[in-house]
């Protein structure tokens, strides 16, 4: 289940900019705001969550594929989602 899951994440971040937005999103949205709520500083905690994950969004972007949480929403609602940006991989429709 681990390698499985390590391979897809692997696969799904291969672009440069996808992994930078990722190695400053991933502290922002999880490490931040749980600092800033050991300082009872909610709306910084809140803030930094959101921006952490409009910069993994953003990464997404770059590689060209939804978001992990966006495809799990779109699968379930039946609806088209890219789960996979680089060449040879196809849409889910």
Do not use: W
């Not at 190695?23 to 909610?42: D, H, I, K, Y």
């Amino acid at each position: 289940m681990i390698r499985r899951f390590l391979k897809n994440y692997a696969e799904r971040h291969r672009n440069p900019a996808n992994r930078f937005f990722h190695a400053l999103g991933l502290p922002v949205t999880f490490v931040l705001p749980v600092v800033f709520l050991c300082q009872s500083r909610e709306v910084a905690a809140g803030l930094a969550f959101i921006v952490g994950y409009a910069l993994q969004f953003l990464g997404h972007a770059c590689e060209g594929n939804d978001a992990g949480e966006v495809v799990l929403i779109k699968r379930a609602l039946g609806l088209p989602y890219r789960e996979f940006g680089s060449v040879g991989h196809s849409v889910k429709q």
